[in-house]
Nanobody
Framework: QVQLVESGGGLVQAGASLRLSCAAS????????MGWFRQAPGNGREFVSV????????EYADSVKGRFTISRDNVKNTLYLQMNSLKPEDTAVYYC?????????????????WGHGTQVTVSS
């Protein structure tokens, strides 16, 4: 049974940093593309970042480029998202997602497995 468990969210002030983690189990972690998505109230699930299987290719949404960094540890079966210079508009529930070969890596519906999310709230 695949499980993705996010952690590291919280309430911070604008300009602060947070590091999200996603612990994976029940899958061959290194065989999966891993993504981060977020969902703010009233909005759909939005692409944030994706990393390929060995970690040497990463993509970011324009809204987070230069502030967020995705990484993975295929020994610890863990995905990370380092978020710096946080803004109030980054407030959302952040989800990690896994798929062995997403056709469109930026499309939430192309991912098979999801965590339950972790709340990030950035105050101004």
């Amino acid at each position: 049974q695949v499980q993705l468990v996010e952690s590291g969210g919280g309430l911070v002030q604008a300009g602060a940093s947070l590091r999200l983690s996603c612990a994976a189990s029940g899958l061959t972690f290194g065989a999966y593309y891993m993504g981060w998505f977020r969902q703010a109230p009233g909005n759909g699930r939005e692409f944030v970042s994706v990393i390929n299987r060995n970690g040497n290719n990463k993509e970011y949404a324009d809204s987070v480029k230069g502030r967020f960094t995705i990484s993975r540890d295929n020994v610890k079966n863990t995905l990370y998202l380092q978020m710096n210079s946080l803004k109030p508009e980054d407030t959302a529930v952040y989800y990690c997602a896994a798929d062995i070969a997403p056709q469109n890596q930026r499309l939430a519906s192309d991912y098979n497995y999801w965590g339950h999310g972790t709340q990030v709230t950035v105050s101004s």
